[in-house]
């Protein structure tokens, strides 16, 4: 960490979080300096809707100890609360009442001295001046999730943590959400974003943080990530499965790191291969996050 | 930094329920509408059916007066108890509302509480319909009845409490037919709205004077027709009611909602 990050908008030191028998969160240490976006990554389940609950205090912590923006959390959550902004997975607006009310009501909520020019810079932001009067259930499906996003900006937070800002949404209204995001975070402020998206945090992260099981297991820019853990390059090979079996076999037999890539078999870092050792009717292509997310959590990406 | 910030701050209590309220903006036609319906239904069949034929007068007042001021204490619990109960499962499981409301300054017990004011205020106005359309059917106006919504935001405090503390109470939404048909139902049916509870054998008689709805027929049958010293017990146990179910709402709801 280069030293004029001194400050750090959030700190998690051994956080360790329960659900009966289940470890959602084990010994979780995390820092994430004011002014940057870390892309939290990791597959469903490695507790990162958990990790982001933490942090609004909607989860209590069983061990460890967690501050947000010089807070503590639980005990003092409230005023981090209020100096933080949340965009949550799930669209809770509420569907009955006006675009214009929507945030009004949050503008009341994070105590904002003057609601109507909040709503108005909200309203610029999300691009819907337009449609102030409208009933959210009126608005596209991208038009919902612009505003739930200007919903959680209502009050001009130093730190945004943004849940999956994309899930299940389709690839236009994916790339205006990344626009939006994008000038957040060029506008200084932090960001910690949770996603199993690898192309999203490919573009909007300037950190990564692999996630599974609960833990960080790898943290860096996406292009140290990719040298650290795959190399250059990857080679993928298409074919039957008895024929993947077989390259498969070989390449491990080189000592060779190898993944499975759909209907493909990836060898990866394979510009580290001797003569031969690489299928003729291979496709090489540069080493990508995503190698760099199934060979550490084991898990295949999307 | 680290500065605690208050409890039950005002201003996170009004924003909560400034939700609520552009919420009722968009239904609270219908929900006038048959507030104000049901009572008039009620009293022209109980009325002008039972009275007619069957019962004339209940301790000296007419039967369309004895229900029409016991109907006040239907509608509180069917304006608190029920939209607790479901407004806030509905909210919470199905629209996320509390996720976003909680990542906001806003704790569970400010949460609760402006809920529950809420939904109170709202209560002790729909209880005062039948009241008014009993005076349109010949009730005399008397300047007690002042007090009537001050009873009545009571009575549906405590009960809005209730529904609340049930919603983060139930795993599924059907469950509330079980809540209904042992508390609410029974609540309402023994409250003395109907039939006087000295009719009722002495074991009942004893339960149904636990009942806060049949404190609230009392306290409104005193305003109408005069109040006696009782009556003043009888409101600091709904005062009490209310209290008492505040706070067991807000354990429900931390228990529900902060994992």
Redesign the interface.
């Given at each position: 960490m280069r030293a004029f990050r001194c400050m750090a908008a959030i700190e998690l030191r051994g956080v360790v979080?329960r659900?009966g028998p289940i470890v959602a969160v084990d010994g979780l240490d995390l820092d994430v300096p004011e002014g940057i976006c870390l892309g939290l990554l990791g597959p469903n389940g490695a507790g990162k809707s958990?990790t982001m609950?933490l942090l609004?205090?909607?989860?209590?912590p069983d061990a460890g100890e967690l501050r947000a923006?010089?807070?503590?959390l639980p005990?003092?959550s409230?005023?981090a609360?209020?100096e933080m902004g949340?965009v949550?997975q799930?669209d809770?607006l509420?569907v009955?009442?006006t675009v214009e009310?929507n945030l009004?009501?949050?503008a009341?909520?994070?105590?904002v001295p003057d609601v109507g020019a909040a709503v108005d810079r909200a309203l610029d932001l999300a691009r819907l001046r337009g449609r102030r009067g409208d009933?959210v259930d009126d608005l596209s499906g991208g038009m919902r999730r612009r505003l739930l996003l200007a919903?959680g900006l209502i009050h001009e937070p130093k730190l945004i943590l943004l849940d999956e800002p994309t899930v299940g949404l389709d690839p236009q209204i994916r790339t205006e959400l990344w626009t939006l995001i994008d000038n957040l975070r060029s506008g200084g402020t932090t960001i910690l974003m949770s996603t199993h998206y690898i192309e999203e945090a490919e573009r909007l992260a300037d950190e990564v943080a692999v996630m599974t099981k609960g833990r960080i297991i790898s943290r860096g820019r996406p292009a140290e990530l990719i040298a650290e853990h795959v190399g250059r390059q990857t080679a993928e090979v298409y074919g039957p499965p008895d024929r993947l079996s077989e390259v498969r076999a070989d390449a491990e037999a080189r000592g060779l790191a190898v993944r499975p890539a759909g209907p493909a078999i990836a060898i990866v870092g394979s510009e580290r291969a001797d003569n031969g050792a690489i299928p003729e009717d291979a496709v090489i292509r540069a080493a990508t996050l995503e190698d760099v997310f199934v060979m550490l959590t084991g898990e295949e990406a999307e | 930094m680290g500065s605690q910030m208050r409890r039950l701050e005002p201003a996170a209590i009004a924003g909560v329920m400034s939700r609520e309220m552009a919420n009722f903006r968009t239904y609270w036609r219908g929900t006038t509408f048959s507030s104000v319906l049901e009572p008039i239904v009620y009293l022209l069949a109980f009325g002008l059916g039972l009275s007619a034929t069957l019962v004339g007068e209940v301790g000296g007042v007419p039967y369309v007066q004895y229900v029409g001021t016991g109907m006040v204490a239907t509608a509180v619990i069917f304006s608190s108890a029920l939209p607790a109960m479901f407004g806030t499962f509905v909210k919470h499981r199905f629209q996320n509302t509390y996720d976003a409301i909680l990542a906001a300054p806003v704790d569970v017990e400010e949460l609760v509480s402006a809920e529950m004011l809420w939904i109170g205020l709202r209560a002790s106005v729909y209880g005062c319909v039948p009241l008014l359309v009993t005076i349109a059917f010949g009730l005399n106006p008397a300047f007690g009845m002042l007090l009537v919504p001050l009873f009545c935001l009571f009575t549906a405090l405590g009960f809005a409490g209730f529904g609340v503390a049930m919603a983060a109470s139930v795993a599924k939404i059907d469950q509330f037919n079980y809540v209904t048909a042992l508390f609410v139902t029974p609540l309402f049916l023994v409250s003395g709205a109907f039939f006087p509870i000295s009719g009722l054998p002495e074991g009942l008689q004893v339960v149904a004077q636990l009942n806060p709805l049949h404190q609230l027929v009392e306290l409104v049958r005193g305003a109408a027709f005069g109040f006696a010293a009782i009556d003043l017990v009888r409101f600091a146990s709904l005062v009490a009611f209310a209290l008492a179910l505040w706070r067991i709402a807000i354990w429900r709801m931390e228990l529900r909602l902060i994992d």
């Open positions: 979080k659900f958990t609950r609004t205090g909607q989860a209590l923006l010089g807070h503590e005990g003092d409230k005023a609360r209020a949340v949550p799930l809770n509420d009955d009442v009310e009004a009501i949050f009341r909520l994070y105590r009933a919903r | -």
